[in-house]
C-alpha cells in the first residue's frame, strides 16, 4: 500500500507524516484559534438540545410497555447529540439566506402539516386508519378496534393560502436574532431516531456488550427486543418525517437508512489480494481504502451529510443556492473525521474512557485507518487482515503491528485533513455565531477523548 491514500486519492502519493501534513495543509486547524477562545458550540442551541431529547421520548410511547422501555433506552442515556447539533448550528447558520426562507417562515406560523411545532403530531391520515397508539399523544392516536365501520370521508378543511409577502424575491440577509424552526428541531430529532435505531441494530450484529459505559440494549433486553425496537423506531421517525411535508427531506433521510444498511454489508466484505503474493498490490491497497471510507461514509457521514442538506432544505434553500452543498460537504467531511477519530480512540483509549471496551475492532475481524497504514510498513499485516484476524494470536499481533507503525498518527493526520475540508467550506457562509460553532466543532471533533 503506496502513500496516503487520502480523501480518494486527490492529493496523491505522500510517503511521511510530515509531508502529508503540509500537503493536506493541517495547520490552519490547530493554529486557527485557541480553545479559549473558540465558541462553545453546545452552549449556543443548549435549550433546544435539552428540548429535542425530552420531546423525543414522548413521540415513541408505545401500547406494548417492553417496547416503550427498549425504544427510549438509549436516548435516556449520556449522548454526545452531534447529529442534531449540526442540524440546529445550519438552521441558524442559513435560515434567511434561502430563495423560499418567506414562505417557510410563513408555513412555520400555520396550523397545518408542517406548519406550527403543534402541529407536527397531526396524523396525515385518520388515527383509526393508522392504529399506532402513543399514550403520550391520546387525542391523535388511536388504539386497534376490532370493529370496523366504513366512514364516509371528511371535507377536507380548507388550509390558509400564502400572502404574496412569502413570494417576495428582495435580497436574502440572514436573520437576527437566529432561530430555528419547528421543522427543523423536529428533523433533529427524526436523525437521532434514526441514529438510534442503527445503534440498536449495530449492537446486534457486533455483539456488543457495553454501549455508552452501560448494558447494551441487546445485553440488557435480548437480540429479539433490541431489532423489534430499532425496526420501531424507524416506523416512528417514517411517520415524523413524512409529517414534515417536504419530499425532499423525505427522500434524504431515508437514502440514509438504506445507506446504513449498505454500509454494515460493505463492512462484512472480505479485503482480496492476488493469489501468490505476499504483499498486496497498489490496486488491492486502493480498492481496501476505497472500501473502507465507502463503508465510513455510508455507517456515519451519510446521516451528518444528509441531515445538515435536510435542514437547510427546510430553511427554504432551493436548487441552484450554494447553501445545500456547503451543508452537505460539510457533513460529509466532519462526519468521516469523526469515524476516522473513532478508530483511532479504539486504539489509544481504555474502556471507562471509551464507553465501550477497547481494541473492538479488531475483535471484530474490522481493518480500520491504523491497520491499513500499518498494512503499508508490514506486509505480514496482510494475511491477517484477509482472514479478519480470525486465528488465535492474529488481534495480538495486529495490535502490535500497529503501534510499530505510524498507522495511529496517519489515520488522525488524514481524520484532520477531512476536518480541516469541513471548516473551508464554511467560509462562503455569512458571519456569525453559529458559523464559528461549526468551524469550532471541527477542532472538537479531532480534539475529543471518547
Not at 105 to 123: T, V
Not at 410 to 420: D, E, G, K, P, Q
Request: charged share 20%; aromatic share 6%; glycine share 6%.
Amino acid at each position: 500500500m503506496r502513500g496516503c491514500y487520502t480523501l480518494c486519492s486527490r492529493f496523491g502519493r505522500v510517503p511521511s507524516i510530515q509531508n502529508c501534513r503540509r500537503r493536506l495543509s493541517l495547520a490552519p486547524l490547530s493554529n486557527h484559534s485557541s480553545t479559549l477562545s473558540q465558541p462553545d458550540p453546545f452552549a449556543l442551541v443548549a435549550s433546544e438540545l435539552s428540548r429535542i431529547r425530552t420531546d423525543l421520548v414522548h413521540l415513541l410511547g408505545s401500547a406494548h410497555p417492553g417496547l416503550d422501555e427498549i425504544a427510549s433506552y438509549y436516548f435516556l442515556r449520556p449522548s454526545k447529540q452531534l447529529r442534531p447539533l449540526i442540524i440546529l448550528l445550519f438552521s441558524q447558520a442559513t435560515n434567511g439566506l434561502g430563495r423560499d426562507w418567506p414562505l417557510k417562515k410563513w408555513a412555520s406560523e400555520q396550523a397545518r402539516p408542517g406548519g406550527r411545532a403543534e402541529n407536527l403530531d397531526e396524523p396525515l391520515s385518520r388515527a383509526d386508519v393508522l392504529n399506532d397508539w402513543n399514550p403520550n399523544l391520546k387525542e391523535k392516536t388511536s388504539f386497534y378496534d376490532p370493529l370496523l365501520s366504513l366512514s364516509l370521508p371528511q371535507t377536507p378543511t380548507k388550509l390558509p393560502q400564502p400572502p404574496l409577502s412569502a413570494f417576495d424575491s428582495s435580497e436574502r440577509t440572514l436573520i437576527s436574532p437566529a432561530f430555528v424552526l419547528p421543522t427543523q428541531m423536529r428533523l433533529a430529532q427524526i436523525v437521532e431516531m434514526v441514529h438510534a435505531a442503527s445503534l440498536l441494530h449495530d449492537d446486534v450484529i457486533d455483539e456488543s456488550p457495553l454501549r455508552r459505559g452501560s448494558l447494551s440494549a441487546p445485553e440488557a433486553f435480548g437480540n429479539k427486543f433490541a431489532v423489534l425496537g430499532g425496526n420501531f423506531i424507524l416506523g416512528r421517525a417514517s411517520a415524523a418525517l413524512a409529517r414534515l411535508g417536504d419530499p425532499e427531506v423525505t427522500q434524504l433521510i431515508a437514502s440514509v437508512i438504506a445507506n446504513l444498511v449498505e454500509g454494515e454489508i460493505l463492512q462484512m466484505q472480505d479485503v482480496e489480494s492476488p493469489d501468490g503474493q505476499a504483499v498486496p498490490s497498489s490496486q488491492v491497497a486502493k480498492n481496501a481504502w476505497t472500501l473502507y471510507l465507502q463503508k465510513t461514509y455510508m455507517k456515519t457521514a451519510s446521516l451528518m451529510a444528509k441531515g445538515a442538506r435536510s435542514a437547510v432544505v427546510l430553511g427554504g434553500c432551493a436548487d441552484g443556492e450554494v447553501y445545500k452543498e456547503i451543508a452537505y460537504a460539510y457533513g460529509r467531511n466532519i462526519g468521516i473525521a469523526f469515524q476516522l477519530v473513532d478508530d483511532v480512540l479504539d486504539y489509544e483509549a481504555v474502556e471507562d474512557t471509551l464507553g465501550k471496551p477497547g481494541g473492538a475492532d479488531l475483535q471484530l475481524g474490522l481493518a480500520t485507518g491504523p491497520a491499513l497504514y500499518a498494512w503499508e510498513e508490514h506486509p505480514e499485516m496482510g494475511p491477517l487482515i484477509e482472514r479478519k484476524f480470525s486465528q488465535a494470536g492474529d488481534v495480538e499481533l495486529a495490535r502490535s503491528l500497529v503501534k510499530k507503525s505510524a498507522g495511529v498518527e496517519r489515520t488522525r493526520a488524514l481524520a484532520v485533513a477531512y476536518a480541516t475540508q469541513a471548516r473551508e467550506v464554511l467560509q462562503s457562509l455569512p458571519e456569525g455565531e453559529a458559523r464559528a460553532a461549526l468551524e469550532a466543532l471541527t477542532d472538537r471533533v479531532i480534539k475529543r477523548k471518547s
